[in-house]
């Protein structure tokens, strides 16, 4: 039984085959943006440090949830009371207790980011990190580029047949080796993210807002993808 040429491996003289790679690289806006806000508190005994921290943290949650739709996606991570030992003579004493909770929001309008994350960093005992900027795995701008990966393969399968004096006859294989973000929103370049702030004021007046400047987003895609053409002319 003689294989059909189109389906064997490497080709034949009468049908030859054209491996190649698609590439793209796209440069977006960012969609969403997250934050990350840690609440911390500390006493001489348990009961005051976690009632500081319930009271600090319900001051955030609260201020936050008060930006309604502005705010996409509110999740509390953890949370901890610890201990602070101390050596008095031979043995140890709690000498205070540190609570802590860690807090992300997300949001997708950069106005309202500017001005919240200021409100935060202006409350008691209230740190900031972020933002990181992202895309959502939605975003058309995956399939963008996923469509321009193809265009390219195609065109430079195209241009190698065109070389030998053949045409493309046939695509045999499309392979997608992934379309992402390579800033993803739990990881920032160096020196592209706010710093984190910590810091309160006793003035009345509101601290302007900051002025956040979206970082731009690189989309990457890439496919493999094999033709058959029509036998060259050497």
Do not use: C
Not at 126 to 135: C, E, K, N, V
């Amino acid at each position: 039984m003689t294989q059909d040429p189109a389906h064997q491996p490497y080709g034949t003289p009468e049908v030859p085959r054209v491996a190649v790679r698609g590439e793209a690289h796209l440069e977006v806006d960012p969609e969403i943006a997250r934050i990350g806000i840690t609440v911390t508190a500390r006493g001489t005994d348990r009961r005051t440090a976690l009632e500081d921290l319930t009271r600090r943290n319900n001051t955030v949650l609260d201020l936050i949830k008060s930006y309604g739709d502005e705010i996409e996606k509110l999740e509390t991570g953890a949370f901890s009371i610890n201990p602070e030992l101390t050596r008095h003579g031979r043995a140890e004493r709690i000498r205070a207790y540190h609570g802590r909770v860690h807090i992300t929001a997300e949001l997708a309008d950069f106005t309202a980011l500017g001005e919240l994350t200021t409100r935060l960093a202006d409350l008691e005992l209230t740190s900031i990190d972020g933002p990181w900027w992202a895309l959502r795995p939605t975003s058309p701008a995956h399939g963008e580029a996923r469509r321009q990966a193809v265009l390219e393969a195609v065109q430079r399968a195209r241009e190698y047949a065109t070389a030998l004096g053949a045409n493309l006859a046939a695509l045999v294989e499309l392979a997608d080796l992934g379309a992402e973000n390579t800033l993803p929103y739990q990881t920032a370049a160096p020196g592209t993210g706010m710093r984190t702030m910590a810091f309160s004021t006793t003035d009345e007046t509101p601290a302007p807002p900051l002025d956040l400047e979206p970082q731009r987003q690189i989309v990457h895609a890439q496919v493999n993808a094999r033709f058959t053409m029509t036998p060259p002319q050497l």
